[in-house]
């Protein structure tokens, strides 16, 4: 479990139901274009916390179907119902998911023990790996280096998928525990992660500009940092881009116009509106070509 992993994009319909041949050729898009190792499933980008369980079991299989063994799968499957983040577990590791992953729990102020217990509960029954989903601008869970030290006490737990530009905590991650996966999480930043050693990272821009982040990797594992610059400054202007225009309705409006059926967000995201669609055309042509 290395390298690029994208965090797979969803597509909707207009009435926001799940559009099955558009995730489908989302998949293949991911897999064919842009080249990436790995696919994330059900992460944020995935809008997963508006999806109902059945739903989000839908989205596994599908994925599934569709990437079998070509490239690497992780499930998230973090939820605030115990219950469901457990059926989950299984229902994905039953799947053939090569590993599960779990933002921390969020919403309620849990103190550290109870989010210790949350991600043991799910993995009591299940035999698979995790990564620990961390992205404290979302959930308000800032976890210090002895926390994380405990959470990876559990055999099970081998790695952490981190989004925060808290580089110092990086580093000190990394080299209190050179066993453990690190994936960063802001694609934005990947060449500083990177040099700091990461085994990879999981982002939503890989859906369309995965390959030059492996190109990035592979620029700072050869030590070629001038060209890991260049190739971040690209993917940099392409992602102040996107950000600019609305990051998720970008993502799908600029791989429809790549030929792939990317769909709609779900509500309350909103639908894209004249300016996004043709300021996403540009942001496909002026970058993506
Ligand atoms: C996921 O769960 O979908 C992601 O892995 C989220 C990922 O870390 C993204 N973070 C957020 O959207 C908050 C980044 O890829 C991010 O979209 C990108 O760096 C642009 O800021």
Redesign the pocket.
């Given at each position: 479990m290395k390298g690029v992993f994208t965090?797979l994009i969803n597509s909707f319909d207009e009435k926001g139901n799940i559009n099955e041949q558009g995730l489908r050729e989302i998949v293949r898009y991911n897999i064919d274009v842009s080249q990436v190792d790995g696919l994330?499933v059900n992460?944020?980008?995935?809008e997963n916390f508006m999806l109902s369980p059945e739903e989000k079991k839908k989205v596994f299989e599908i994925v599934k179907d569709e990437a079998g063994e070509e490239v690497e799968l992780i499930a998230?499957v973090g939820a605030l119902n115990i219950f469901e983040a457990k059926e989950l577990a299984a229902y994905a590791t039953d799947l053939g998911y090569g590993a599960l992953s779990a933002v921390t729990p969020f919403y309620y102020k849990f103190d550290f023990e109870e989010i210790k217990d949350y991600y043991n509960s799910i993995l009591e029954d299940v035999d698979n790996q995790m990564l620990i989903?961390s992205?404290p601008?979302?959930t308000g869970v800032n976890m210090d280096l002895k926390q994380f030290g405990e959470l990876f006490e559990n055999e099970k737990i081998t790695g952490v998928?981190f989004?925060a530009p808290d580089f110092f905590l990086l580093e000190r991650l990394r080299h209190a525990y050179p066993e453990k996966l690190i994936f960063s999480?802001?694609?934005?930043m990947l060449l500083p992660a990177s040099v700091l050693g990461i085994d990879g990272a999981?982002?939503?821009?890989f859906n369309v500009n995965g390959r030059k982040a492996k190109d990035i990797l592979k620029a700072v594992h050869s030590g070629d940092l001038n060209e890991a610059r260049k190739l971040q400054k690209e993917s940099n202007d392409l992602?102040t881009a996107i950000?600019g225009n609305g990051?998720y309705q970008t993502i799908k409006e600029v791989l429809k116009d790549k030929g792939v059926d990317a769909g709609y967000c779900r509500q309350p995201m909103k639908k894209p509106n004249d300016e996004q669609v043709s300021g996403a055309k540009e942001i496909s042509r002026t970058f993506l070509n």
């Open positions: 965090a994330y992460g944020s980008t995935g998230q989903y992205i601008a979302l998928k989004t999480g802001f694609d934005e999981i982002g939503s821009t992602i950000l990051l």
